[in-house]
């Protein structure tokens, strides 16, 4: 299922777009947020705070203690914080660094999905056949 339309020409639609290439990955609506999942789990949500501003949350095994260096980003609510999930925040006008963001998408999908299907994105990493929109 694609739902691109559901975040119109914004770096959520771009992210949306690139998490969307991942194996078994789809697109729901639950809370009324768009996320994106890996068979029935969640692995990144997107989400506007306002007219124009956004947020990405993801769950960041790895890179978690870098991510949290950043002044925009923070342990995710709900409890998810400690479960290494992370919630990056940019107001309106703010650059959105794309390219660290689909990184931590991918990071969030390997820690996601099944072990097999998070394995072919290291088996396409190393044939140069990477899936990116």
């Known amino acids: 299922m694609t739902g691109a339309s559901s975040l119109p020409d914004s770096p959520l ?13 789809w697109e729901d609506h639950p809370w009324g947020e768009t996320v ?6 969640i692995f990144v949500f997107l989400g506007r705070d306002g007219a124009a501003g956004c947020h990405v949350t993801v769950k960041l095994p790895r890179s978690g203690p870098f991510a949290l260096d950043m002044a925009n980003c923070a342990p995710t609510g709900y409890g998810l914080g400690r479960a290494g999930w992370i919630t990056a925040t940019f ?18 999908y390997q820690a996601v999905a099944p072990k097999k299907l998070g394995a072919r994105l290291d088996a396409q990493a190393a044939t140069g056949v990477e899936s990116t929109p």
């Open 36 to 41: 994106v999942k890996v068979r029935q789990k």
């Open 13 to 25: 639609a771009d992210l949306l777009a690139h998490a969307l290439t991942y194996p078994e990955a």
């Open 91 to 108: 107001g309106a006008g703010e650059d959105v660094p794309l390219d660290l963001l689909r990184a931590w998408i991918r990071e969030s």
